[in-house]
């Protein structure tokens, strides 16, 4: 049985994401905005078929891709650039590989009991945001 990702999930920790931001090239208003946020996900998985929403006050992003098929990504309202990305298993962790300008960029999500792990990877930077499971 592959792991559930669907649900709602609470943001709680978000350790390096300003660096992580960095990474990116995002401005320092725009960084001091994004770092304050709350973030929620919303995650619908159909098999191997997924929708990620991530939302805030500031902006909102959403992503549907399927597990084994490469995609193009904008990731407008974020960074604004486009990319090639793969999402596949290693065991019950989700990985995506980004390609693109940035180099070693791509995030990994897993679930230990009731939280939703996401690390996100840019360069040297490893940003590590871990969500609660919503009641
Ligand atoms: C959408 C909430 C955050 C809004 C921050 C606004 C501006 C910051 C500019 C660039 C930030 C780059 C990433 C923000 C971090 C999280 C957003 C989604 C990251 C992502 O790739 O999530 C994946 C895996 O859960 C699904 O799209």
Known sequence: MPAD???????????????????L?????????????????????DGEKFNF??????????L???VGIEFDECTKGLDNRNI???VTWEGDKLVCTQKGEKANRGWKHWIEGNKLFLELTCENVVC????KRKE
Not at 11 to 18: G, P, Q, S, W
Not at 128 to 131: E, K, M, R
């Open 5 to 23: 990702f669907s649900g709602t999930w609470i943001l709680e920790t978000n350790d390096k994401f300003e660096e992580y931001l960095k990474a």
């Open 25 to 45: 090239n995002i401005d320092f208003a725009t960084r001091k905005i994004a770092i304050s946020l709350s973030q929620t996900k919303v995650v619908a998985q």
């Open 53 to 62: 929403k991530t939302l805030s006050t500031f902006r909102n992003y959403e």
């Open 64 to 66: 549907a891709f399927t």
């Open 84 to 86: 090639k990305c793969l």
């Open 128 to 131: 590590v945001q871990v969500f």
